[in-house]
């Protein structure tokens, strides 16, 4: 994460505030308010006992879930999309081109001088399931919905107004994914999703079927995966997030000519959108607000 972004858009569009890296403060008893924070150290929450509020600088909140000492008493507020949706909408569209027009397999037929061209079918014909319906999942699924891909949507919870179809709770997982030639993964990691998609989840995909993961990569029991693409049940993988990161130089991930692997990147947080919705959360709570994000 930019620190000095962050802090500049911070006295960019609140200039009166009195705005402090937490390491300079920890010898004092300089107390916040407001915290925001990316992957804190626990000393954090020891210092600072007079917290109104904590505003995760990201969409997922597994590391500050993890820490012993964050307080139980006080709201956490996630970023919901903060103008990454597009930086996402860009990333899966890639992955999408990239399989789904034989992008592939021409680059391997120029390493071997072959000239091949491969008859191609419409993406719209293809069936793109989202596994997650957050506001992030929600922004790519109505976006490509509107660009007329076949969606579907899978959850833990039904979401209203949605233009597409939705599978709900895990009695509905199999089937989705039976129907998946492109799943998307923008789940976030939870006790509920670590190694959702085992083996046997996987095998329920189409064979052919091309995974695009840039949620979290706790997501996949990677030893399965990583067997389906070597069968080649699955045609290739998009993959920018990692159950360990960064990804070990051993993994063989790395090695494997039919996945892309890229280094977290898919929708990096943008510093002045992320503030603005600080900062309008700050003043729903100081106005008396209670919605919780």
Known sequence: MDQGAY???????????????WQDVVETNWQAEYALVWKPENELFQHQQSLVAVFNLGAGI????????????VPLYKLREAGM???MLEYVLYGLIHFGRHFDRYHRHQTAGRWEPKNTRSLREKRIGILG?????????????????????????LKND?????????????????QSHFLVNLLPATDET?????ADRLMRLPRDAVVISCGRGSIFDEHALLLQLQTHHLRGALLDVFEHEPLPIEHPFWKQDNIIVTPHIAAPTQADDAIKQ?????????????QLY
């Open 85 to 87: 949706g597009q930086w």
């Open 162 to 178: 949605l233009p597409f179809p939705q599978s709900t709770g895990l009695e509905s997982l199999n089937g989705f994914l039976a």
């Open 194 to 198: 670590f190694h959702i998609l085992n």
């Open 7 to 21: 802090l500049a858009a911070l006295q960019k569009y609140c200039p009166y505030a009195d705005i402090r890296v």
């Open 278 to 290: 600080v900062l309008a959360d700050i003043l729903d709570i100081e106005l008396g607000g209670d």
């Open 62 to 73: 597994d590391a500050l879930e993890k820490l012993k000492d964050l307080p139980q008493d």
């Open 133 to 157: 319906l957050g506001p992030l999942g929600q922004y790519v699924a109505n976006s490509l919905h509107d660009m007329g891909y076949n969606i579907a949507g899978w959850s833990r919870s």
